[in-house]
């Protein structure tokens, strides 16, 4: 799957040590490993490498500062969590959205995801330093999420969006090659070839024979090699033939 | 939205009162209120209420039991959560086809999503009373997601679901089908009429089952039967059982 770790997970003003715990290890379980903590009420704390569990390295790199602004200075996309629109309204953008913006810009720039405090969120100040809010649905007689809970839903989200993207990105390789793929009739004659080169090497031995073919194979495979790759590849081998018939050649004469 | 007060989340034997909480909360926050404890360590606890928030009422309402059985006997679709697929492998669906199918299924049944122990999630025999596995995908390198927060990320599917749900209402099958589905109980008692058929007619060697008879239940359960299909199922074994016996009074006389 697609590095991450350009993407950073910033809590502001967390009170609870236990959150950020939980945070690293939410983090980790998605794949991420980049954490700031913006002036932690707590921190280092027991409490919080007890619920990190086996996140303690997310801890230990864990980034401690003082404002705000330095954890994002030189990130090229922000997001704010958001319970609520408040003040002036903002671009606001679904955890779905969130995962697959954060992602695909992670590719070249650093991108952060930000979290308030357990109990007034983000200030308005601060939100306005976000490109765009993201608010998780909930039930209207309920809707304050635990700040661990909330970096668990949209971490979930971020490592989904990787998924996809990874899906995607195989299928537009499908789409997009600038050479046709080559046949399974390229890939069997290119293995005949390849073991008939490899015995006469004595790199293979006919009558011992264990995986070594079934495993080149399943390597060749992986690669799905376009036409002119495996031609390529065969004139490899044929070069090496016509090596070794000279050298023949000149030893028997 | 949709009333899911038929769907119930059950956490088996759970260690830590605090997950117990924030379990509560994150029902809450998604609008879900019906929590079924499976032998809780720690229960009622004080370090579950502070978690909890202001989501006191689901803890309240929280129905203490002594087996899993007892939590999902009256269950037309049960979902079990599982880190891995165990022994023989069993239908699985993703969080989201896991909210989906709780949410149409929950017009007419009672629905049950089944979490497991913090150390070691829910036993193969366990898993083998859910009609599926659900999966949440996660870095391979670090793939144990804390209790609470694997609740968070299924309680927050299943209100997207509800949410896409009231958006479009999609014609799933549950929601058309002519006749109640069958209980998690129904399916029992059959299993049990069909295990004593097959022993009688030698199918069946109960000194050495080997995995027949989860196989035969895998099979079943896939099926799915509803409660008029699971009464035609249990005919046929009566049938059978009655021409064994008309059969042997023959023979005897």
Known sequence: MQDLSAIRIVLVQTSHPGNIGATARAMKNMGLSNLYLVSPKDFPSGVALGRAAS????????????????AIADCGLVIGTSARSRGIPWPMVTPEECGEKLVAACRQNSVALVFGREDSGLSNEELRQCHFHVQIPTNPAYSSLNVAAAVMVLCYEIHRAALKAEDARDAATEDDWDQPL???????????HLEEVLTRIDFLDPKAPRQLMTRLRRLYTRIRPDRM???ILRGMLTAIQTHLDKAGNRADT
């Open 229 to 231: 790759e495996i031609n």
């Open 182 to 192: 080559s046949t399974v009739a390229d890939m069997d004659g290119y293995m005949a």
């Open 55 to 70: 996140a303690l390295d997310v801890l230990d790199n864990a980034v401690v500062v003082d404002t705000l602004e330095a």
